[in-house]
């Protein structure tokens, strides 16, 4: 802890130096990609659109503004 407090290490010296000298290992590497589709009748709307808790969520929107409409005419009625 003295040695990190007072000024008898300094990084100073090593200001200039590099950490590692740098080495490109990927250099003329084949262009491998394949474009074909796994699963050619699913999308992802149509994963999103079935999916267990997006269907809760938008249940739950629904309610929400039928609740809000509920509360707007509640309000409405209370005023006369």
């Known amino acids: 802890m003295d040695a990190m ?3 008898q290490l ?8 590099e950490f590692y000298k740098p080495k490109n290992i990927y250099m003329n590497q084949l262009n ?3 474009d074909r589709q796994i699963y050619s009748d ?3 709307s149509s ?7 997006g269907i ?3 249940q739950l929107e629904i309610l ?3 609740k809000q409409m509920l509360l707007i005419e509640l309000e409405e009625l209370k005023r006369g």
């Open 5 to 7: 407090i007072g000024e």
């Open 47 to 53: 994963y999103v659109a079935n999916d267990i808790i």
């Open 56 to 58: 809760k969520k938008r």
């Open 64 to 66: 929400d503004n039928e």
């Open 42 to 44: 699913i999308t992802l």
């Open 32 to 34: 491998i990609m394949d």
């Open 10 to 17: 300094s990084l100073a010296l090593y200001e200039g130096i």
